[in-house]
């Protein structure tokens, strides 16, 4: 038996007044979410199993407010302050757009990144040991693993030359991504090409202009990922291997992802949002790194790309699509 279900029986037995339990129980917590893409996304069931791994029952013992702000920096920003307004007593925010907005309202709302890249590089916070402020969570690595990326492209793509790179015009994340790559571009000999757009009305000219320069692989910014099908479509009309952040475009047709265990860190998320609730000040929490990395290949798309994913690579695959 549960204990507040006990204890709420043996009130009962010794006479307590009707309803004294409920008047003396604490405020159910509110929780806000922004995520900056678009629903539906991995992170809210990710998020969700992890709250409920902590205890929390959305619903009855916690109170979740989600908002999406599907790419749009102003819509987040905007999402943020009500978020605010409804006075939620933390805000996780997934992926950097998000944490920005959320900064940029105000309010000493407490916000948890839930992940977001290059968080010293953005100026989300000041350090990973030391945060500072009022930011702290979880960081991505998602500039951090250019280098391993393209390495695994030129192992797959023989005579690979050109890279494109499918990035947001307003994401504040996307300039340290760029950054990675083209410093490993340039050390392995490659070059890159950075296409920025403002939005998912900008793909069929972002992937034209790919392929008219030559580009022979594009890597998509995780911002993109609730637009797969849609990047999926246009890569394989221009010929195009996909690199990208998530299992699931690999999955759909994208030819390999290597990124930390999404799931994983999601979930994690939730850690840090217990512990703001019970009174830890995110100044004093750490951020957190992931410490695995998935590689997933598709041999389907290789196929039809008319490539042969060498050995290696295979062997060091935790997932092949056959």
Known sequence: MKRRHFLVGAGAAVGWPAGAAAQSAPPRPHVGVLV????????????RAGMRELGYVEGRTVTITWRYADGLLERAVEQAAELVRLKVRVIAAHHTPAVKASMSVGGGVPIVMAPAGAPVQAGLVKSLAQPGGNVTGLSSMEAELGT??????????????????????TDPFTKPFVGDFRDAANRMGLQLQPVLIDGVSDFDNAFAEMAKAGAQAVVIQPLFQPHSAHVLELAGRHRLAVMSSYRDITQAGGLLSYSADHAAYFRRAANFVDKILKGAKPADLPVEQPDKFELVV???AAKVLGLNVPPSV???????IQ
Do not use: C, M, Y
């Open 298 to 300: 598709n041999l389907k």
């Open 148 to 169: 391993k990326r393209l390495q695994l492209l030129v192992e797959i793509i023989p005579g690979l030359k050109r890279v494109a790179l499918l990035g947001a015009r």
């Open 314 to 320: 295979l062997a060091g695959a935790d997932e092949i």
């Open 36 to 47: 900056a893409e678009s629903a539906p996304h991995p992170f809210t069931e990710a998020f």
